[in-house]
C-alpha cells in the first residue's frame, strides 16, 4: 500500500473479501480490522485519485441516494465519488419518491434491489435505515441518521491519521452534544486505538449503550476512555478537539435551550489554550460560527476542516469499493 499503512497486503485482501456485499449502518458492523482496512483503502485511493490512477470499480454499476434531510458534503461526495470510480450515483429526495406519500420501506427496498447496486440513505430515524437493509438485496449505506454518522467519522480517521501520522497515543475530545457525529466519532476512535474523551452538557451526554460499547472497544484496542461534563479538563493537552453544532437537523424547536444549556461547551480562544500546542481543530460541518465554534478557531491555523470535509469523497469512495 502507500506510505500510510495500517494493515499488511496479506491482511488487506482477506479484510477485502469479507466486506463485499455488507451493509455500512454503524462502525460496530465492522471489525477494528475492517476500519483500519477502510482507512488504508481510503489513503490508497486518495493517492490513485492525485496519480490518476484510478480504477474505474464500479463501471456498470448505480447507487441509488435517498435523502430525508439537507446535505451538501454527503450528496456530493457520494456523487462525486461514484463517478470517480466508473459508475453513477441517482439522488431522490424522498419527499419525491412514493416514499413520500407513505409506500413502505419494504416495498422501496425491494423495488430499488431490482435497480440499483447499493443504496446510500441520509434518514430521520436509524429504525427506518434498519428496516430498509433488512429488505433490501444489495448494500445499504448510513449517510446520516438520529443515531449515527459512519461515513462521517471514517473522514475524521482519515484525517487524524494524515496529520497525526498514527493514531495510538494520540488523545482526541469531542466537546458538545452527545450525538450522531459523537456516537460514530468515538466508536471509530475506539476501534483504531485513540485516546478518547467525551464532554457534554449534563442532560445531553451520548446514548450509555453506545459509551458501553465504545469502552469495551477502546479497552480491546489498549486505550482508555472518559466521559465528563467538565470541558476544560477534557481538552486539557488534547491532540485533536472536535465540535459539532448544538441542535442538530430536526432539533429546531429545542434551540433556545440549548444555547443556554451549551454555553460553556463553546470551542474558544481560552478553551484550546489547555490543549497541545499543534492540536487539530475537527468539526464535520455545516457549522455555526461564533455559536458551537468562534471564528478565530475554525478559520485559524490549527483548523483541519476543510480539509476534513474533502476527505469525505476519499473515505466514501473507500466505502463504495469495498461493499458494492
Ligand atoms: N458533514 C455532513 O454530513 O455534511 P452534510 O450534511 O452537508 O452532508
Ligand atoms: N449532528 C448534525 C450533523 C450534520 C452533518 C445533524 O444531525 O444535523
Same mark, same amino acid.
Given at each position: 500500500?502507500?506510505?500510510?499503512?495500517?494493515?499488511?497486503?496479506?491482511? /488487506?485482501?482477506?479484510?477485502?473479501?469479507?466486506?463485499?456485499?455488507?451493509?455500512?449502518?454503524?462502525?460496530?458492523?465492522?471489525?477494528?480490522?475492517?476500519?483500519?482496512?477502510?482507512?488504508?483503502?481510503?489513503?490508497?485511493?486518495?493517492?490513485?485519485?492525485?496519480?490518476?490512477?484510478?480504477? *474505474?470499480?464500479?463501471?456498470?454499476?448505480?447507487?441509488?441516494?435517498?435523502?430525508?434531510?439537507?446535505?451538501?458534503?454527503?450528496?456530493?461526495?457520494?456523487?462525486?465519488?461514484?463517478?470517480?470510480?466508473?459508475?453513477?450515483?441517482?439522488?431522490?429526495?424522498?419527499?419525491?419518491?412514493?416514499?413520500?406519500?407513505?409506500?413502505?420501506?419494504?416495498?422501496?427496498?425491494?423495488?430499488?434491489?431490482? #435497480?440499483?447496486?447499493?443504496? /446510500?440513505?441520509?434518514?430521520?430515524?436509524?429504525?427506518?435505515?434498519?428496516?430498509?437493509?433488512?429488505?433490501?438485496?444489495?448494500?445499504?449505506?448510513?449517510? =446520516?441518521?438520529? /443515531?449515527?454518522?459512519?461515513?462521517?467519522?471514517?473522514?475524521?480517521? =482519515?484525517?487524524?491519521?494524515?496529520?497525526?501520522?498514527? #493514531?495510538?497515543?494520540?488523545?482526541?475530545?469531542?466537546?458538545?452534544?452527545?450525538?450522531?457525529?459523537?456516537?460514530?466519532?468515538?466508536?471509530?476512535?475506539?476501534?483504531?486505538?485513540?485516546?478518547?474523551?467525551?464532554?457534554?452538557?449534563?442532560?445531553?451526554?451520548?446514548? *450509555?449503550?453506545?459509551?458501553?460499547?465504545?469502552?469495551?472497544?477502546?479497552?480491546?484496542?489498549?486505550?482508555?476512555?472518559?466521559?465528563?461534563?467538565?470541558?476544560?479538563?477534557?481538552?486539557?493537552?488534547?491532540?485533536?478537539?472536535?465540535?459539532?453544532?448544538?441542535?442538530? /437537523?430536526?432539533?429546531?424547536?429545542?434551540?433556545?435551550?440549548?444555547?443556554?444549556? #451549551?454555553?460553556?461547551?463553546?470551542?474558544?480562544?481560552?478553551?484550546?489554550?489547555?490543549?497541545?500546542?499543534?492540536?487539530?481543530? =475537527?468539526?464535520? =460541518? *455545516?457549522?455555526?460560527?461564533?455559536?458551537?465554534?468562534?471564528?478565530?478557531?475554525?478559520?485559524?491555523?490549527?483548523?483541519?476542516?476543510?480539509?476534513?470535509?474533502?476527505?469525505?469523497?476519499?473515505?466514501?469512495?473507500?466505502?463504495?469499493?469495498?461493499?458494492?
Amino acid at each position: 500500500m502507500v506510505q500510510l499503512t495500517l494493515l499488511t497486503n496479506d491482511k /488487506m485482501a482477506d479484510i477485502e473479501s469479507n466486506l463485499k456485499g455488507r451493509d455500512m449502518l454503524s462502525l460496530l458492523d465492522f471489525s477494528s480490522e475492517e476500519v483500519k482496512y477502510l482507512i488504508d483503502k481510503a489513503v490508497k485511493l486518495k493517492k490513485d485519485t492525485k496519480d490518476g490512477k484510478l480504477k *474505474p470499480v464500479l463501471a456498470g454499476k448505480t447507487l441509488g441516494m435517498i435523502f430525508e434531510k439537507n446535505s451538501t458534503r454527503t450528496r456530493v461526495s457520494f456523487e462525486v465519488g461514484t463517478v470517480q470510480l466508473g459508475g453513477h450515483a441517482i439522488y431522490m429526495n424522498a419527499k419525491d419518491l412514493q416514499l413520500g406519500r407513505g409506500e413502505s420501506i419494504h416495498d422501496t427496498a425491494k423495488v430499488l434491489s431490482e #435497480f440499483v447496486d447499493g443504496i /446510500m440513505i441520509r434518514a430521520n430515524s436509524h429504525e427506518r435505515v434498519k428496516e430498509l437493509a433488512k429488505h433490501a438485496s444489495v448494500p445499504v449505506i448510513n449517510g =446520516l441518521t438520529d /443515531m449515527y454518522h459512519p461515513c462521517q467519522a471514517l473522514a475524521d480517521l =482519515l484525517t487524524i491519521y494524515e496529520v497525526k501520522g498514527s #493514531f495510538k497515543g494520540k488523545k482526541l475530545v469531542y466537546v458538545g452534544d452527545g450525538n450522531n457525529v459523537a456516537h460514530s466519532l468515538v466508536i471509530a476512535a475506539a476501534h483504531v486505538g485513540m485516546d478518547v474523551v467525551v464532554a457534554t452538557p449534563a442532560g445531553y451526554e451520548c446514548d *450509555p449503550e453506545v459509551i458501553q460499547t465504545a469502552k469495551q472497544l477502546a479497552e480491546n484496542n489498549g486505550s482508555s476512555f472518559e466521559e465528563t461534563n467538565d470541558s476544560v479538563k477534557a481538552v486539557t493537552n488534547a491532540d485533536a478537539i472536535y465540535t459539532d453544532v448544538w441542535t442538530s /437537523m430536526g432539533q429546531e424547536e429545542e434551540t433556545a435551550q440549548r444555547l443556554i444549556d #451549551f454555553k460553556d461547551f463553546q470551542i474558544n480562544d481560552e478553551l484550546v489554550s489547555h490543549a497541545k500546542d499543534d492540536y487539530m481543530f =475537527l468539526h464535520c =460541518l *455545516p457549522a455555526i460560527r461564533e455559536e458551537e465554534v468562534a471564528t478565530s478557531v475554525i478559520d485559524g491555523e490549527n483548523s483541519y476542516v476543510f480539509h476534513q470535509a474533502g476527505n469525505r469523497l476519499h473515505a466514501q469512495k473507500a466505502v463504495l469499493a469495498a461493499l458494492l
